[in-house]
């Protein structure tokens, strides 16, 4: 019988800043390289109603967002002229308009500790402080200062499940159930299989 931890699944998202810069075989590769298994992959066009319901952020999120945003505002000598809330509904706007802007390439990936091997790989929400050697931290340049002075979401590449209680959420909002492959993946015997039998002739 197989272990369920090596059925964990997580969601990625090509977003398309990385769609655009022709980085999603590069993106793909780096994931693959960790023995994780492709369950699905599609390319498409978000709706407003799938990038609102994919975000999923409440009113609370948007004081928390905007409350940090009227702070550094105060430090730097400027009078904010919106509450906590209207400034967090503006970021998550600008969240789903740059989700919306340009196809996607949405993907599901299978094996142990799937979320979390794809969060060390993708590194930190902000590029400029991603470690080297993760997608954001090698691939880009963008940061939270440049794109709050332009009032945009960062540009970060690629999104990916924080937690593997939001994966299957993720994962139902932008794929049908037969869109899920079952298959068999040869590097499963390596990586799982506890007696090795039968690798050699």
């Not at 969601?11 to 023995?35: A, C, F, N, Q, W």
């Not at 590029?127 to 997608?135: E, K, M, R």
């Not at 340049?141 to 960062?154: K, P, Q, T």
Request: hydrophobic share 35%; glycine share 8%; aromatic share 6%.
């Amino acid at each position: 019988m197989r272990n369920p931890k090596t059925q964990e699944r997580t969601y990625v998202m090509v977003k398309p800043d990385g769609v655009h810069r022709s980085l999603v075989g590069e993106i793909v590769s780096r994931i693959e390289r960790t023995g994780l298994k492709l369950v699905a992959m599609k390319m498409f066009l978000p709706t407003k109603d799938q990038a609102f319901e994919h975000y999923a952020k409440d009113d609370a999120w948007c004081e928390k967002i905007g409350s940090g945003m009227i702070e550094k505002m105060k430090r730097e000598g400027t009078e904010p002229e919106k509450t906590a809330v209207e400034y967090g509904r503006g970021v998550l706007n600008q969240l789903v308009a740059y989700l919306m802007c340009s196809p996607v390439v949405g993907m599901v990936w299978e094996g142990n500790q799937a979320v979390g091997i794809v969060k060390k790989l993708v590194g930190s929400t902000e590029p400029l402080t991603s470690d080297v050697g993760t997608i954001r931290g090698d691939l880009t340049i963008d940061s939270y200062d440049l794109a709050n002075l332009d009032f945009r979401s960062v540009r970060n590449l690629v999104h990916c499940t924080d937690d593997p209680a939001e994966a299957q959420r993720e994962i139902d909002i932008w794929f049908r159930p037969e869109e899920l492959m079952k298959y068999k993946h040869i590097n499963e015997r390596m990586l799982y299989d506890v007696n090795l039998d039968g690798l050699t002739e």
